[in-house]
């Protein structure tokens, strides 16, 4: 008698996407206000005449952050950072926040005060009101999740599938920072855990630590666009690095795409923390994360619109067979994009 | 030199309300789209010429449930049923979920997929929609936060604040069974941990053990009161027991109230369990909780109205004076009523 295959799968056996598509694969929406379900940054569902973005984001703690090197303030400005940046890359306006937040009972107040004010401060920088929330003990570690709610009209929302071949792909900021960051973050905290007495040197990598501990989601791109009237015909946010980023938008859009190792906005403290690690630069931009900076692809006529706007950088465009999606290297080699997002041991 | 009071407060120094109370204080809502924000069952915002409701809940494993008598496709009902109560007790219909999951490595997908059906089933039987969410790696433990949205016209959304002086209060279905269902699963965990033979018997327990596993929002109660053109003046469900909700409307509404311990609907098997626990039922109902029942108020002249309701029982009145908030019981003494709700550790 054959022996039945009853391998039990575990969590683990999935990819980083895998779980939640595989959980999910069955869904059949009826709603017909709802516009996008599950598969983008944000959830869309009209009410009336406008239409509301919904995301929500889960952090763990030892996770997605560890509190050794975090302050509480930066962790309650970034998780809802995080989410802004969610709804964003849909072309729309964040407006409301909730927050639910497992503590461990032996947290004092003062601390869950300091987390609270860096979600102050982010609702006040970025104009999102705190609208409810639930707050619970933990047996252990502190969980935060945010979910964010944006609106803007039905016309104006981008998502990841509409680009077209030979829109010109760009990207807001510099990339690969916030990786680095998390790596001088990493090596100095085995460094002081190995003797408490030897305080971190980290001044000279200011720039990309502050970008891991505080992103800063781009409002002021989504401003610009519409300035210049410029609709994207696609947009993602980078949180998992730009190469799973671009195979996003290429899946979605049914296309591929060529980006160029050149036109890659490298930041030089970046730069230099990667030659310090025997790192090629590219690899933070390309399969690092946590940039929150804005991808998204714009039609050919709008290149001199585009230049017009301060830090974005074009990258490359969009090409017609969805087979060939590469990162072409200074040297000319066509290098083909694997996804190989951030991990931080995230099921999804 | 005096010394300067420094104590650290400990989040276990707050009641079940007060940490988020102390942490959202200060909050001011400039939005004028924003018509209620924390401090109801859920947030309440206009976009366009309809009203959009969201509520949060968090469920943590070992403070909200117990895996070892809590099967995982009731617990993934559960949680979608508790946040789809919060926007029935505004009058209002659930739309959409989002869910985040922190899940340890260690569990099997088949655990997961479970949960998920319960997810699912819940989502059908109540025709709402997942549309997003977030799944993650927990280093101990389960962690579930659902968020809900509902809509309604602005006209129909009923808060905790409506009550009017002589408003007759009213209750859905019966109270204090989930209380006593759980009193009987914690005992039967105990006798199972002491001797892994014994069977436990719970056939005679069905239907309060039902109640706390299985809670089914009031759905029908909210399509009855459209039915009979009964709009109440107040509403909220009840999760922590008849006592704290009715004091949450009395603050709200600014009123007292009398509640008459003759008409507490009581299911008999919860009378019968009380009793063999020597508690007078009227306990659970005022004080247990995770009823999920609908509380709310009506105009006097609504009375012959709300009698053609099924499982709808008014159980007292609202008054003029605020400080008088009284169960009368049979023989006739006035009990204060106090907030002693449902702990299961929360900090909220």
């Known amino acids: 008698m054959a022996e039945k295959n009853t391998k039990i799968r575990q969590i683990s056996d999935f990819g980083e996407f895998g779980l939640i598509d595989y959980l999910t694969k069955d869904i059949k929406y009826k709603n017909s206000e709802l516009i996008k379900g599950i598969?983008?940054?944000?959830?869309?569902?009209?009410?009336?005449?406008?239409?509301?973005?919904i995301t929500t984001?889960?952090?763990?703690?030892?996770?997605?952050?560890?509190?050794?090197?975090?302050?509480?303030?930066?962790?309650?400005?970034?998780?809802?950072?995080?989410?802004?940046?969610?709804?964003?890359?849909?072309?729309?306006?964040?407006?409301?926040?909730?927050?639910?937040?497992?503590?461990?009972?032996?947290?004092?107040?003062?601390?869950?005060?300091?987390?609270?004010?860096?979600?102050?401060?982010?609702?006040?920088?970025?104009?999102?009101?705190?609208?409810?929330?639930?707050t619970s003990s933990s047996l252990s570690g502190l969980f935060i999740n945010i979910t964010a709610i944006g609106q803007a009209k039905k016309e104006d929302v981008v998502y990841r599938s509409g680009a077209k071949k030979n829109d010109l792909i760009c990207v807001s900021g510099d990339?690969?920072?916030?990786?680095?960051?998390?790596?001088?973050?990493?090596?100095?905290?085995?460094?002081?855990?190995?003797?408490?007495?030897?305080?971190?040197?980290?001044?000279?990598?200011?720039?990309?630590?502050?970008?891991?501990?505080?992103?800063?989601?781009?409002?002021?791109?989504?401003?610009?666009?519409?300035?210049?009237?410029?609709?994207?015909?696609?947009?993602?946010?980078?949180?998992?690095?730009?190469?799973?980023?671009?195979?996003?938008?290429?899946?979605?859009?049914?296309?591929?795409?060529?980006?160029?190792?050149?036109?890659?906005?490298?930041?030089?403290?970046?730069?230099?923390?990667?030659?310090?690690?025997?790192?090629?630069p590219a690899i933070p931009v390309m399969n690092g994360g946590e940039d929150y900076e804005l991808l998204f692809t714009i039609p050919l006529d709008k290149k001199d619109e585009i230049e017009k706007i301060p830090n974005v950088a074009i990258i490359g465009f969009m090409t017609e067979n969805k087979d060939e999606k590469f990162l072409i290297a200074k040297n000319g080699v066509e290098i083909p994009l694997i996804a190989q997002g951030w991990n931080h041991g995230e099921v999804e």
Chains 1, 2 share one sequence.
């Open 39 to 53: 598969g983008d940054d944000a959830a869309v569902f009209e009410s009336g005449d406008i239409c509301n973005l």
């Open 57 to 134: 984001d889960l952090l763990v703690e030892g996770i997605h952050f560890d509190l050794i090197y975090t302050p509480l303030k930066h962790l309650g400005y970034k998780a809802v950072a995080v989410n802004l940046s969610d709804i964003y890359a849909m072309n729309a306006i964040p407006k409301y926040i909730t927050i639910s937040i497992a503590v461990s009972n032996k947290f004092s107040v003062n601390v869950i005060e300091e987390l609270y004010s860096g979600i102050y401060l982010a609702c006040e920088q970025y104009g999102v009101e705190l609208i409810g929330g639930d």
């Open 175 to 280: 990339l690969g920072a916030a990786y680095l960051g998390l790596q001088i973050l990493e090596r100095e905290k085995k460094v002081f855990l190995a003797d408490n007495d030897v305080q971190p040197e980290l001044d000279k990598f200011n720039y990309i630590i502050e970008r891991f501990l505080k992103p800063e989601p781009r409002k002021d791109i989504i401003e610009s666009l519409k300035k210049y009237k410029i609709l994207p015909t696609s947009m993602i946010d980078i949180s998992d690095g730009l190469s799973s980023e671009l195979l996003h938008i290429c899946s979605k859009s049914n296309l591929g795409c060529k980006v160029f190792e050149e036109k890659l906005p490298i930041h030089d403290q970046t730069f230099l923390t990667a030659e310090m690690f025997n790192l090629d």
